[in-house]
């Protein structure tokens, strides 16, 4: 089963250094576990600080040798500048295409980046086949409660089938309501494996 960790610093308490100190030892953590993938997806902060973030976490998976690749949200410049693996972007019709993404990495003789894909509909998995996305992260799939109130409806797990099965041979990741419970499920849908922000900030 493939992991898919999505950080969010917001998730801890303290001030700004505080929350970016424990988001990087939450990573080091997911690293040392050998985790997948991990999204780093702080879109409010500056460039200079996601690059300064990026940089630590590159770091950590070459101390460990670990074979957990980093994504940057959908910023493919500080990416290429910080040496990323790859890049997660959504299935909006201003956002760049992955074919675009890889132009921009070919132009620096960076090596090819692993690209994944937010989708939301069906529509939106058969765009991200024809354009040659590395996988998709389809929410999502069960219901979001926070603090016991119902905040987004889950599409569930027939629709996750559809999605997985238009998908093939893309990986397709479950994101949304997913729990180690309701993990299987997931997969006997076709998931190859699972995404989550609060999901790995529990381990």
Same mark, same amino acid.
């Given at each position: 089963?493939?992991?898919?960790?999505?950080?969010?610093?917001?998730?801890?308490?303290?001030?700004?250094?505080?929350?970016?100190?424990?988001?990087?030892?939450?990573?080091?953590?997911?690293?040392?576990?050998?985790?997948?993938?991990?999204?780093?997806?702080?879109?409010?902060?500056?460039?200079?600080?996601?690059?300064?973030?990026?940089?630590?976490?590159?770091?950590?998976?070459?101390?460990?040798?670990?074979?957990?690749?980093?994504?940057?949200?959908?910023?493919?410049?500080?990416?290429?500048?910080?040496?990323?693996?790859?890049?997660? +972007?959504? /299935? @909006?019709?201003?956002?760049? #295409? *992955?074919?675009? !993404?890889?132009? $921009?990495?070919?132009? %620096?003789?960076?090596?090819?980046?692993?690209?994944?894909?937010?989708?939301?509909?069906?529509?939106?998995?058969?765009?991200?086949?024809?354009?040659?996305?590395?996988?998709?992260?389809?929410?999502?799939?069960?219901?979001?409660?926070?603090?016991?109130?119902?905040?987004?409806?889950?599409?569930?797990?027939?629709? +996750?089938? /559809? @999605?997985?099965?238009?998908? #093939? *041979?893309?990986? !397709?990741?479950? $994101?949304?309501?997913? %729990?180690?419970?309701?993990?299987?499920?997931?997969?006997?849908?076709?998931?190859?494996?699972?995404?989550?922000?609060?999901?790995?900030?529990?381990?």
């Amino acid at each position: 089963m493939l992991r898919y960790a999505i950080t969010s610093r917001a998730l801890y308490p303290g001030d700004e250094i505080q929350q970016q100190a424990a988001l990087l030892r939450q990573a080091s953590s997911w690293i040392a576990d050998g985790i997948d993938l991990i999204q780093l997806r702080e879109k409010d902060l500056p460039a200079t600080v996601i690059a300064a973030l990026a940089r630590k976490i590159l770091k950590a998976i070459t101390t460990a040798a670990s074979p957990t690749k980093l994504l940057l949200n959908s910023r493919p410049d500080i990416a290429i500048a910080t040496a990323a693996h790859g890049v997660h +972007l959504t /299935a @909006a019709p201003d956002e760049l #295409t *992955p074919t675009q !993404v890889r132009s $921009l990495y070919a132009s %620096t003789n960076s090596p090819a980046p692993i690209i994944t894909i937010s989708c939301h509909t069906l529509e939106d998995v058969h765009n991200a086949v024809a354009n040659q996305a590395d996988a998709i992260v389809f929410a999502p799939v069960f219901e979001k409660v926070v603090a016991g109130q119902n905040v987004t409806p889950g599409q569930g797990l027939n629709q +996750l089938r /559809a @999605a997985c099965l238009a998908a #093939t *041979p893309i990986p !397709v990741y479950a $994101l949304g309501g997913v %729990t180690f419970e309701n993990t299987p499920a997931c997969l006997e849908a076709g998931a190859a494996g699972i995404a989550g922000i609060r999901l790995f900030h529990q381990r």
